[in-house]
């Protein structure tokens, strides 16, 4: 299983360090880029479950190119 956290930096590092001290635990941080399309991926799945569910409509491809 994998678990992404979202810790205050100040709070990380102590954080990290019993993550790392249980031997079944493999713990890592996200570069601030990794976490940022982490999200931006997530919104966009989460966007496409609404559309599906009916509860968003999508938009049509042609106006999203024009928005280009």
Do not use: H
């Not at 360090?17 to 919104?43: G, H, N, Q, W």
């Not at 609404?50 to 999203?64: R, S």
Request: proline content about 3%; hydrophobic content about 45%.
């Amino acid at each position: 299983m994998k678990i992404l956290l979202e810790i205050p930096d100040n709070r990380a590092v102590s954080l990290m360090d019993v993550l790392r001290s249980i031997s079944y635990v493999k713990a890592k941080p996200l570069t601030e880029s990794k976490a940022r399309i982490m999200s931006e991926l997530k919104d966009a799945v989460d966007e496409i479950n609404l559309i599906k569910t009916g509860k968003k409509t999508a938009q049509n491809a042609e106006d999203f190119l024009n928005e280009l």
